[in-house]
């Protein structure tokens, strides 16, 4: 469809090893339109970074076809800021990977920066910033290139409970705010509720889609989404799907 931007089309992947084969995700079939923020709950070890793998391009499917409509950012568990370089030029990295370190688009990724609290920092080295600025920092990296598609791997896993409901009210607020589409993969039911347009559960290994779902929240807000009385609703609703 034309406003679609990524497409799984009855993909399988298998992984051979030496000690034979592993089908870590079977038959996965489904579409993000533009502009959506689209989560996948799983079960530890189901398959859900193979799929972000497959999105990203990083691996071809054993079969079926995954279609991407435009460039992709990828965002890792940790930060992964490298600690000798300040805060810009961690930012600046991607745009030097890609030789696009021009002067309009590092202007681009400092004015970003500057919007979403770091402009003070960007001479500053990873270690002086708390986790959360560093994840923001991190987010901001992604985005220097302008990616039409954000691949979020559980980009909240290593935060301590506190600075993560901070840092997820950050993320969302940077990524609706600039209009990107964003695929977050995590097994953090509450998470996955408080973010997302749309929430397709997986089953156990190999992956596939049991379940699809669209939140009934007037606010995009993930800590006004938690303070929701249909909040809970969606928790037992998740929780049974994933555990049944």
Excluded at 2 to 29: C, M, P, Q, W
Excluded at 197 to 222: G, M, Q, Y
């Amino acid at each position: 469809m034309k406003n679609e931007i990524l497409r799984f089309s009855d993909v399988t992947y298998i992984y051979h090893t030496k000690r034979g084969e592993t089908t870590a995700a079977e038959g996965l079939s489904f579409a993000v339109q533009r502009g959506e923020f689209v989560a996948f709950i799983g079960p530890s070890g189901c398959g859900k970074t193979t799929l972000l793998s497959l999105a990203a391009g990083l691996i071809s499917p054993t079969f079926g076809v995954v279609t991407r409509s435009g460039s992709c950012g990828y965002m890792l568990q940790k930060d992964e800021l490298f600690p000798w370089r300040t805060v810009a030029k961690n930012i600046f990295l991607p745009l030097e990977i890609k030789r696009q370190n021009t002067p309009e688009n590092r202007a681009r990724a400092e004015k970003l920066a500057e919007k979403y609290g770091l402009g003070e920092f960007m001479q500053s080295y990873p270690a002086q910033l708390s986790g959360g600025m560093r994840q923001r920092a991190a987010l901001i990296r992604t985005l220097a290139t302008d990616p039409d598609l954000l691949l979020l791997d559980e980009p909240f896993s290593a935060l301590d409970y506190q600075t993560r409901l901070n840092v997820t009210e950050d993320v969302a607020s940077i990524i609706r705010g600039e209009g990107k589409t964003a695929v977050l993969i995590t097994h953090d039911i509450s998470e996955a509720i408080s973010l997302a347009d749309r929430i397709l559960v997986l089953t156990k290994r190999p992956a596939r889609v049991s379940a699809e779902h669209t939140p009934d929240f007037r606010d995009t807000e993930p800590l006004k989404r938690r303070n929701d009385a249909n909040f809970s609703r969606w928790f037992e609703t998740l929780w049974k799907e994933l555990n049944g």
